[in-house]
């Protein structure tokens, strides 16, 4: 093809593609020439152009009314299908396939081809190579050169090395009684293992007196494993999440839904997402190659899906790795400008911080990937005692001083990117929103987390595998955040203004102005085995977690001129469900309460058959669990109304015998 002889056109180097694990490897063998590799070739953007689009979207002069792109859009103004074409014509010339085809819209063009010509092409030599933990991996051992008019449109090869199992979940367990073990308890709880059902977090965080159910909205999950969807519907059922969100799982790089070993990462993630945001039209779970088979190309190619398809305004990750390990040039580059096209796009984008505490590869003072990532949210977490009424937050440290290693139940992961700087390299400054922020413990490079949420004991009351137990790590609260926003948007949606976007931005300005101590809840006691929680902001809990709706109403007010939700006290039944089995429910009615004066409460079956109404008195109404026949109710999901008031309101019990 015209352009690309391979003789006369000078060449350049890409760099930023030597692996960290090169320094301590020993070469083992030469690749074969015959040898298949399919490889990423990941388009390069402008930067100066991503970067003054992001600014004109969320300077502090921008709209708060913005006009985001599509992908259609986003793929015009960058130029990606010159940008495709160029790299597919240099591909075909150089004698690889080009294909399975990723879209025209994508930032992956995904080529193939026995690695000779994989070595022609890019002018490298492909080794076997044997690293210091005794695994085994391909690597090239120099950088790629590549021909002078491709630089403008090649940003990094994927796959040239495949090192895997440096992607890890950021999930603990906890006892099912917390007040059996030493870890901290939580009174109050109304789930059957102790840990927070979906009423608890939302007393907990301030989330109980809202309408909003996340309606309309649709959050992404990035993951590395699958997930059953009977559990999923158990949990749904068991707390009275109906109708079922519809939970979508999407393939990349030949994934198959299925549980693996980390199938409790994954339905962690739905079930947290579910309990605050309910009224989720769809959670799409994108699934990459299980561990321990995840590579580089494998991480790019999820999260460049989930921007490509642009189908969800909310995304969130509990995976990461060690910054130090991750850091292969290309590859960090690659996630960066994925990540901002999210933010273009109007993604907000939550990552779990991790759970090693400041030493996020156990033995090395270091952050989390991608949670430190500049266009990211990065959640730490905390931990909870007292009471769900009057909850007492610290920072998550289960592993008490120095190194964590994952020993006892994990630590907020948080500290200083190595990586990324402060502030953005241009003269529009696209990402300055920690410059100047009090209590950072840097003011040149990045800092991790920004928020936080319980990642800590009591842990979150989720069914995995058939079997109902306590699950925490910041591996819950990034969903939770996430699921948050959805929150968030919807009742941005009902003031007619676009979706949030990059949270960032909103959460330093609120968070550093007068109305903090309203907005957020300021963690100040606890460390993470280096940083130590302090006034405001610090680096082991960011700006602490959410007051909900005060929070909500701040971030979906702020210059929109949306009216902040009118929040009533909220009815809502109690305990809910009831369970036979649980020592707390036995022999207790169910009481609905908040109900106005003069409002009656009707119970019907699913099926719209009616069962029972109650009257009120003194803002309560009485269900001994039976119809108006006076007969026992069986098993089973009901819901009610409560009627002859202002606003009717509907809800859903769950009853189990």
């Not at 992908?71 to 960058?78: D, H, V």
């Not at 007969?631 to 109304?641: C, D, E, P, R």
């Amino acid at each position: 093809m015209p352009g690309f002889s391979r003789a006369a056109e000078p060449r350049a180097a890409l760099t930023g593609h030597i692996p960290a694990q090169m320094a301590s490897a020993t070469l083992v063998t030469r690749a074969s020439a015959n040898e298949p590799i399919q490889l990423s070739l990941v388009v390069k953007l402008d930067q100066n152009l991503l970067d003054s689009t992001v600014a004109a979207l969320y300077g502090r002069q921008a709209s708060a009314q913005r006009q985001f792109l599509s992908s259609a859009e986003f793929s015009q103004k960058f130029g990606l299908a010159d940008k495709r074409l160029q790299l597919k014509n240099f591909a075909r010339a150089n004698g690889l396939a080009v294909g399975p085809d990723d879209g025209d819209q994508s930032m992956v063009v995904t080529v193939s081809g026995p690695a000779s010509a994989i070595e022609q092409a890019f002018n490298v030599r492909l080794n076997h190579y044997q690293a210091s933990d005794g695994s085994l991996f391909r690597s090239n051992d120099s950088e790629p050169m590549i021909p002078a008019s491709l630089t403008p449109h090649l940003g990094a090869i994927m796959g040239l090395n495949n090192i895997s199992g440096l992607w890890h979940p950021h999930l603990q367990r906890f006892p099912v009684t917390a007040n059996t073990s030493s870890l901290p308890s939580l009174n109050g709880t109304t789930s059957l293992t102790g840990g927070l059902s979906p009423n608890d977090i939302k007393a907990v965080y301030g989330l109980t007196g809202t309408s909003m159910t996340g309606s309309g909205q649709t959050l992404a999950l990035y993951e590395l494993d699958g997930f059953a969807a009977l559990d999923i519907t158990t949990y749904e059922n068991h707390f009275g999440i109906a109708p079922n969100i519809t939970v979508t799982p999407i393939a990349v790089d030949g994934s198959v839904n299925g549980c693996g070993a980390n199938c409790d990462e994954v339905e962690l993630d739905i079930e947290a997402a579910a309990a605050l945001a309910p009224g989720l039209s769809r959670i799409l779970v994108y699934e990459g190659p299980k561990p321990p088979a995840t590579t580089f190309q494998n991480v790019i190619d999820i999260y460049n899906k989930i921007a490509t398809d642009n189908l969800a305004q909310v995304v969130s990750t509990s995976w990461g790795g060690d910054e130090g390990s991750s850091n292969v040039g290309s590859f960090l580059q690659s996630e960066s400008q994925i990540f901002e096209r999210m933010a273009v796009q109007g993604q907000s984008f939550y990552a779990a911080s991790g759970d090693n505490g400041a030493y996020d590869d156990g033995t090395t003072i270091g952050v989390d990937d991608p949670a430190s990532q500049p266009f990211v949210a990065g959640v730490g977490g905390t931990q909870l005692s007292g009471s769900v009424a009057a909850p007492v937050e610290v920072t998550w440290n289960g592993c008490g001083t120095g190194k964590c290693l994952q020993s006892g139940f994990g630590s907020t992961g948080g500290g200083v990117s190595k990586i990324w700087p402060i502030s953005g390299s241009v003269s529009n400054t696209t990402y300055n929103y920690q410059v100047g922020v009090q209590g950072t413990a840097s003011q040149t490079h990045r800092n991790v987390p920004d928020v936080a949420l319980c990642a800590g004991s009591p842990g979150y009351s989720v069914y995995i595998a058939g079997v109902w137990m306590n699950v925490g790590g910041t591996s819950a609260a990034a969903p939770a955040w996430a699921a948050f926003t959805a929150l968030i948007n919807q009742l941005r949606a009902t003031g007619g203004v676009s979706a949030l976007g990059f949270p960032n931005p909103s959460l330093y300005q609120l968070a550093s102005g007068s109305s903090y101590s309203t907005l957020f809840r300021d963690i100040t006691s606890g460390d993470n085995g280096s940083y130590s929680a302090g006034t405001g902001y610090d680096n082991t809990t960011g700006f602490g977690s959410f007051k909900g709706i005060p929070l909500i109403n701040a971030m979906s007010t702020l210059s929109t001129g949306i009216n902040p939700l009118t929040v009533l006290p909220a009815i809502y039944a109690f305990p809910n469900p009831w369970d036979v089995r649980n020592p707390k429910d036995a022999g207790k009615p169910i009481t609905f309460a908040n109900i106005p004066s003069g409002g009656k409460v009707k119970i019907f079956t699913l099926s719209g058959f009616f069962v029972k109404s109650l009257d009120s008195s003194g803002g309560f109404s009485i269900w001994d669990r039976t119809n108006s026949a006076g007969k026992s109710v069986a098993s089973g999901l009901y819901f009610y109304l409560v009627t002859d008031v202002p606003n009717t309101t509907r809800g859903t019990i769950a009853i189990i015998k």
